[in-house]
């Protein structure tokens, strides 16, 4: 069986499996209970938090655990929209958004009346930060991009957006689901107010995630408990908090070697690619992790069956929704409603966890599918 489906998830790290399963045999109390098995929880959590800010650059009272990048997002989208209400209410964001992204701004506009400018990539297949900027108005208070294309691997410029929204008064909201894990990241030093993170997908455990937030107030999401700083009720998951931080920072301990194996891995399968007939589905700026290869007549779902027989596991990248794979929104904002690459274009996602054989395997069993 071969995983190549890193971007929907990732198995998690050994680093991860030990660091949890530590917890979950010796540190089992609330860490909001005062006593002794409480304040050790709560010690573990302190530390958690405090490592994770360190990773990221910033202090422990940036960070909120949430569970996971959905949750992160709807925070920081509804939570500081609907509190600074009544300074305006456009929203800037692009077409190529996760639906966690672009569905809690959807739920805005249709009950309570915030309007939004939806920036689709121009003829180059790139968001640029002009785009953001002509498009900024006195009443936008929120501007939200992702950092990586979940689907493309494209990169968007961060660090320009966040240059321009330095002089208005926007917020940043940046889902950098796709990037944690992958890039050193420093919200501070790219001006971004809010960051969006999800633990399952840097090779931590599912259900937890978290979200830098700079200084800017937000409602609630959650209600109920005083946890998070009284900003994300509910007893925290402590197991996935720390499986989470181990996964972190092992990945940054290894950034750059994980970078250089993860090309080295796309290199070797485009090698082995050669004299059959692809093409690819890329931004200027990418990330070697998600290779968005089409092959030209071939149905892409047809594709991911042939593949799932000879038990390799990719995918299109798209929702899927009891099984049937939806058109991708992000490749119909690249290349139009009609193009036929919606319909030929696979996702190969890449881990540093991968080996070589394995892409070799991917090739040779493609082009037998495709006859190329
Ligand atoms: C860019 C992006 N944002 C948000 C999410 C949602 O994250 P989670 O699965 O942790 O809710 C995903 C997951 O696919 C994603 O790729």
Known sequence: MIYLDNAATTPMSSAAISAMTQVMQETYGNPSSIHGHGRQAGKLLREARQELACLLGTKPQHIFFTSGGTESNNTAIIGYCLRHQNRGKHIITTAIEHHAVLEPIEYLVENFGFEVTILKPDDNQEITADQVKNALREDTILVSTMYVNNETGTLLPIAEIGQILKVHSAAYHVDAVQAVGKLKILPEELGIDFLSASAHKFH?????????????????????????????????????????????????????????????????????????????????E???????????????????????????????????????????????????????????????????????????????TLKNIIGG
């Open 204 to 284: 931590g455990p599912k259900g937890i995630g978290f979200l830098y937030v700079a200084s800017s107030d937000f409602d609630p999401y959650l209600h109920g408990g005083d946890q998070e700083q009284k900003k994300r009720a509910g007893t925290e998951n402590l197991p996935a908090i720390i499986g989470m931080v181990a996964a972190l920072k092992d990945d940054i301990d290894h950034l750059e070697a994980n970078f250089n194996k993860v090309q080295k891995l796309q290199k070797v399968f485009l090698t082995e690619m050669a004299g059959s007939t692809y093409y690819l589905n890329q931004g200027k």
């Open 286 to 364: 990418q990330l070697p992790y998600v290779l968005n290869i089409g092959f030209p007549g071939q149905r892409n779902d047809l594709l991911l069956l042939r593949l799932d027989l000879e038990g390799i596991s990719i995918s299109t990248g798209s929702a899927c929704t009891a099984g049937v794979v939806q058109v991708s929104h992000v490749l119909q904002a690249f290349y139009g409603e009609e193009s036929p690459r919606l319909h030929e274009s696979v996702r190969v996602s890449i881990s540093p966890q991968n080996t070589e054989q394995e892409m070799i395997t991917l090739a040779k």
